[in-house]
């Protein structure tokens, strides 16, 4: 049987893609209350916003009052797209909506039309964030509701512990660059073992971890793993330092 991840892509199934929006226009047509939802979104992004609307609502008008939005109070015009990344019509007038659509194909600019999973270039996930943790869920515009309570399961499976976990791995994958030689083989034994330390549980537990304790028990991890490996036969290489470290803490198992 073919694997699901090699099958062809259906009608509206988009490229995952996650976008760094950081200081990037992008242009919203429309000001009500989808328009409000998405905005909020992408603020926490880090986009430049310009939204161009005869009406806006009120949590609209106080984003526009503390600066964190432009808003052209007219309806669209050709050219409204000028410079921007990416841009969304929310303003759900079909007439309209084409020739936004016409703008965006000639400015090579990608567009999201609410609702409207024919005229979009990329459609919006249902997003779950925990810190650098981000879990996109998309069922190619066939069920919103689905992939709304999708997320809602996710978010029980991934609680807030995620959040001091991934800064904790991240610092410590930082040192592992920074001291191991050996390019990406000798490192990898070194991730699997960080990655294989339980250290979420325990942070969630309320134990404090250093990132210079975790680097160490994820270098004697990986050590006593290629121990294990060598002693019955298999092919793991010994982890490789650039500076001696000192023994490491307790190693679990358990994630
Ligand atoms: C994920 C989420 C993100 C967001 O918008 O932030 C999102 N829709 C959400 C909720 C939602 N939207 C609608 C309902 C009412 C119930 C219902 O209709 O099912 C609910 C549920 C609710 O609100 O509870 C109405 C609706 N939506 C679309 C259509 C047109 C159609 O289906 O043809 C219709 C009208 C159908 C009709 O005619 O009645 C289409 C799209 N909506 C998408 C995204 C894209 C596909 C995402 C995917 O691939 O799954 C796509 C294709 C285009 C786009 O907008 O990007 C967000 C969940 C946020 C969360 O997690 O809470
Ligand atoms: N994806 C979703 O979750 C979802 C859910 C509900 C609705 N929608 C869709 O999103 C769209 C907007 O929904 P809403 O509830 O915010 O609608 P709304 O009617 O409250 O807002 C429309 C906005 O567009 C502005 N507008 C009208 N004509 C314009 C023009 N020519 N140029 C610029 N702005 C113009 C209006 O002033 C208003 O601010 C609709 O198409 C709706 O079907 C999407």
Request: charged share 25%; hydrophobic share 40%.
């Amino acid at each position: 049987m073919q694997d699901a991840t090699e099958a062809p892509v259906g009608r509206h199934a988009g490229y995952p893609l996650f976008v760094d929006l950081e200081d990037r226009l992008v242009v919203v047509i429309g000001g009500g209350a989808i328009a409000e939802h998405k905005l909020r979104t992408l603020l926490r992004y880090g986009a430049r916003i310009k939204i161009v609307s005869p009406k806006i609502t009120e949590g609209i008008q106080a984003l526009v009052d503390e600066g964190k939005v432009e808003w052209i109070p007219r309806v669209y015009e050709l050219g409204d797209l000028a410079g921007a990344s990416i841009a969304f019509s929310v303003c759900g007038i079909p007439a309209v909506d084409v020739r936004i659509h016409e703008e965006a194909r000639s400015r090579n600019c990608l567009l999201n039309v609410a609702d409207v999973p024919e005229e979009c270039d990329f459609i919006v996930p249902s997003i779950v964030r925990r810190g650098l943790l981000s879990i996109a869920v998309s069922t190619s515009g066939a069920a919103c509701t689905e992939a709304k309570r999708i997320r809602h399961r996710l978010e029980d499976d991934f609680d807030e512990s995620w959040v001091a976990y991934l800064d904790l791995m991240t610092q410590v994958r930082d040192l592992v660059k920074e001291r191991i030689s050996g390019g990406h083989d000798a490192r990898k034994p070194i991730f699997e073992a960080a990655a294989d330390a339980g250290w979420r549980k325990r942070l969630a537990a309320g134990e404090r971890i250093s990132v210079e304790d975790a680097y160490n028990e994820a270098v004697a991890l990986a050590q006593s793993v290629s121990q294990t490996t060598s002693e019955s036969g298999g092919h793991a290489s010994a982890v490789k330092h650039d500076e001696p470290t000192t023994t490491a803490t307790t190693a679990g198992k358990e994630r």
